[in-house]
Structure formats: C-alpha cells, structure tokens
C-alpha cells in the first residue's frame, strides 16, 4: 500500500497529511476518503482541472497520462512539468510526495 504525503495547504490540508491508500485507487478519490476536500468540479471524469495536483516525488512511476488529461493540464493553474489531474492518477506501489496548488480555475466552489 503506497504512502502518500500531502504537502501544507492553507485551506485543504493546513498541516499536510500522510495518509495510506489501497493500490489501483485513483489518487483524487483517496485524498477525498482522508478528508482532504480538493475540488472535483467535473465529478471525477477528466473534463476540468480543477483536481490538479503537481506530484513533487514519485511522478515517473505513475501511470501514463491520457492525450485528454494532457489538454485539460494546459488550461490549468500553476501548470508544472511534473502535473496531474489527481482523478487520472492510478496509485501503484510506489509512495508520493503530492502537493495541491493555491488557486484553481474553478469559479463556482461548491459549499463555500
């Protein structure tokens, strides 16, 4: 079961987080189980960005990203080379160092 370690977010995850999550499970919807509330506007189905995640350690032994994941990453904040739609990310065995960015393109926050 890979560890992942969430780094200090002012409003999601003010003291970062360690949490353990079962493999094949996508990265979005274990950070979701462990309370860290991150934005999920499209529901989890690769059409928004706003679930972005930059992966600070582990990135190379991810699974590949879709051509659509890669499109919708352009359009969002704070893109860095090592991005990720945090719902296209299949956890493996490897741990990760995740870091949720500031802001989102997201307009409309839900209960907020």
Not at 7 to 30: E, F, N, R, Y
Not at 72 to 97: I, K, P
Not at 102 to 108: E, P
């Amino acid at each position: 079961m890979p560890q992942i370690v969430i780094l200090p977010h002012a409003d999601l995850c003010p003291d970062g987080a360690v949490i353990d999550a079962p493999q094949g499970k996508s990265l979005c919807d274990a950070l979701l189980d462990s309370d860290i509330a991150i934005e999920h506007a499209c529901e989890k189905s690769c059409a928004c960005t706003t679930c972005h995640v930059v992966i600070r350690e582990g990135f190379d032994n991810l699974n590949e990203p879709t051509d659509k994941e890669e499109d919708l990453l352009d359009m969002a904040w704070g893109l860095e080379a090592n991005s990720r739609l945090s719902c296209q990310v299949v956890l493996g065995e490897e741990d990760l160092v995740v870091e949720i960015p500031k802001y989102t393109i997201n307009h409309a926050r839900e209960n907020h």
